[in-house]
């Protein structure tokens, strides 16, 4: 297990690149990012806005939103900087908690409709047990929805132009299939890379096909029909998740983990709406090797906002933080014990990695 | 009547077991989760390029069928890099019950007859990785890495001249998509011959093994997708299958 | 078990001896994988297994001096033996694989080549298939009707005197999948390799007395 030269990501992080000099793709995409003519893609911006934008109804576009700092800085300049009036679609989170609804709350004030689907949670449930169990991640089948659901709304209302945030392969290292899906959404690589499997097969003795329709996208049909144009911010107008918080904290009282710091991680800014999220960061770093203090690092070191050290300090410090905020709630959710809930982590530890010095695991190769 | 087979097809790089895409490793996966119970049939490949790789791969690759024809109780085919009959002996004497030749078999056709003659021709799996090339197709090995300007329909046939008890397509664009077989690609294959013929290479939604079986004449549909291979998993595309008229083994 | 019963698994050179022994250790028995007469003789039952070509398996087995070893200990002695795949046509008198050959003749049976009459079944047999019950027999307790078996050959025994045929399998043209003659037992499937009912079948062998 090798780590990024620039950054820290380890090249167990799924599709991640590393090239002859060490550096992984997500580094090299930054420092891309340096040489971009931003103007141009402005420009280029202004020009889908023009094409795609919806052409009748009341919404110009749909924003899926989750009330973070991401999702509210791309919603907030569309409507404040660009005149537009998006749709906010939010798939709800697992285990919704009060910073994110209040988060939410606040940018609604400002003037915008919402639409928040929340699935059966019967099947979501099970669905989340399932894969957390089989895969070592509660949030499969919300990444299933949260990719289908604004694809759903799209075709519902007749909006054909869908802002994501960023192409996660390109900005985080991944397998970037063509310049064109850095801009527009593949939909098929989306389920490829991210799900891994059609979420239609998801079907057992109690969940049916009806119970899966929040997870499907609607037929290539439709979606052509609509002219469904799903498309990344990220590649028109630089991005920085630092540089987002600070963006919304201007517009708005934007509130934070509420004891300062997320666990696992130095931020107290991302990935504050989901209970769930604490479990799934801490997984990835079961699986995987880099916990949420390597990926913030790595995200701040490849925007030129933090030294490669102070990253490393930090991923020493805080990767392997156990999840105790909400972990009660997230069991409860997921129907475990403790003890199974330890099985099923150790079920996913990848061995190559990790080793057992007395009773406690180590990282085999850690951070350097 | 025969049953449709559904076979898990674990491809391993250095003795890790990987999905890929366009035919590179992609994603580690443990295999905890995969299923030996009702999986109809178990294809392990070495798809560790020379080169690569630690230099421990052969061993553990061989650990690796070794420990699944131990421990699972059902039909178990090995490959990876085959070129000569004692390549084969080797996993045989693992405990495979049939190999899979490939570029050892593009390269030298008489492989085949080699280890067909005292093994059987039902030991001897041929697999035929395939591009689209216009509107026909064309067989590429290894690793699908080099074009051989040969059709897979009279590969094939001649495979089967040459001793093949089966082939085994795999559509190289269709490799880790979720797209669905290249059923052109299949039924050329499987009308040109008379030995099973197992459709690899995108199978994504459950619709896609009935499509493979009804649509390509497949004898036996292939997953690579890890995600694929969970009990549950494998118990939801039966019982779609079987829903769709096809007879597949249930318990 | 309080005492582990010994498993003899003839090693000829052609079968896959790994999944038998492997089957027969996870159903608690003690595997002996062996060509020698004498280790074969200190067992309690012996499973013949078979992947290949019939002229080379008898050869094998004359090379090895098992002939007359196996059928001292399975016709003389009465120890239990089971035929699995190719080591179940061995049993009959004569095959016509490759030219005709003797077997070993201890079931009344000849092996001829699979000749489905319906063109669009394809040769080799692969796969799993079912089992037609025609009498009663120990191998078959707990084996459900409907159960299904790997098969995997292009050969097969469709003459075996009605009295020894446990189970008939249709493939465009019947033959016998399950035989017994006496303490001998065919298979024309893979036990080892068909599952929940292939070990239920296996066991069932293990435990005859």
Known sequence: ?368 | MLHQRLITVLTFNDGVLFRTKLFAPDYRYTHNFVDAWLVDEIVALDITRPGNGSGTAGHSFAAVIGGIARKCFVPLAAGGGIRTLDDARRFMALGADKVVVNTGAVERPRLIGEIAAPYGSQCVVVSIDARRAGDRYEVYSHNGTCATGRDPADWAEEAVGEGAGEILVTSIERDGSLSGYDLDLCRRVASRVSVPVLIAGGAGAWRHFVDGVVEGGASGVCTSNIYHFTESSIRSAKAFMRKAGLAVRLS | MSTMQRVGIVDYGMGNLVSVAGAVEYLGYEAVVSHDPRALAETDRLILPGVGAFPDAMRNLHARGLVDALGDLVRRRGTPLLGICLGAQLLARESEEFGRHAGLGWLDATVSRLRPNDPALRVPHVGWNGIRKIRDGVLLKGVPDDALFYYVHSYCIGDAPAGNVLCECDYGARFAAVLESGRVFATQFHPEKSQQHGLTMLRNFLSVH
Request: charged share 30%; with cysteine; proline share 5%.
């Open chain 1, 1 to 368: 297990m090798r780590h990024c030269k620039h950054c820290l990501m380890p090249d167990t992080r799924p599709r991640v690149q590393f090239d002859a000099e060490g550096v992984c793709n997500a580094c090299r995409n930054a420092e891309e990012k340096a040489r971009i003519d931003w103007d141009a893609r402005r420009r280029e911006f202004l020009d889908y806005v023009r094409r795609y934008g919806a052409k009748s109804g009341p919404y110009d576009c749909i924003v899926p939103w989750s009330g973070g700092k991401d999702s509210s800085y791309i919603a907030h300049r569309l409507k404040f900087e660009f005149g537009l009036n998006p749709l906010l679609v939010t798939f709800s989170p697992l285990l919704p908690n009060e910073v994110g609804a209040h988060n939410r709350e606040l940018l609604l004030r400002l003037g915008f409709d919402h639409v928040m689907v929340r699935p059966n949670q019967k099947v979501a449930r099970r669905l989340a047990r399932r894969f957390f169990l089989e895969r070592g991640n509660p949030k499969v089948a919300w990444d299933a929805g949260v990719n289908t659901i604004p694809v759903q709304m799209g075709v519902k209302y007749g909006i054909p132009l869908i802002f994501y945030a960023e192409h996660g392969e390109s900005e985080y290292g991944g397998r970037v299939l063509s310049e064109e899906s850095r801009k527009i959404r593949d939909l098929a690589e989306v389920l490829e890379h991210q799900i891994g499997d059609d979420p239609g097969n998801w079907t057992d003795d109690e969940i049916g096909e009806r119970d899966l329709a929040p997870y499907l996208y609607p037929s290539r049909e439709e979606i052509e029909r609509v002219g469904i144009r799903a498309m990344y911010f990220g590649y028109f107008f630089r991005w920085s998740m630092l540089e987002n918080y600070r963006y919304i904290k201007k517009v708005m009282p934007f509130a934070t983990a509420s004891k300062g710091r997320t666990d696992g991680t130095f931020t107290d800014f991302d990935s504050l709406d989901d209970k769930m999220d604490n479990l799934y960061y801490y997984l990835q770093f079961i699986k995987f090797g880099f916990g949420r203090a390597t990926r913030d690092a790595c995200r701040m070191i490849q925007n030129g906002q933090m030294g490669r050290d102070e990253g490393l300090d930090f991923a020493r410090k805080y990767d392997d933080e156990f999840p105790e905020t909400h972990f009660h709630d997230n069991l409860d959710y997921l129907a475990l014990s403790e003890p199974e809930f330890t099985e099923i982590v150790d079920l996913h530890r990848n061995q190559e990695i990790w080793k057992r010095e007395g009773n406690q695991w180590k990282l085999r190769f850690p951070p350097a």
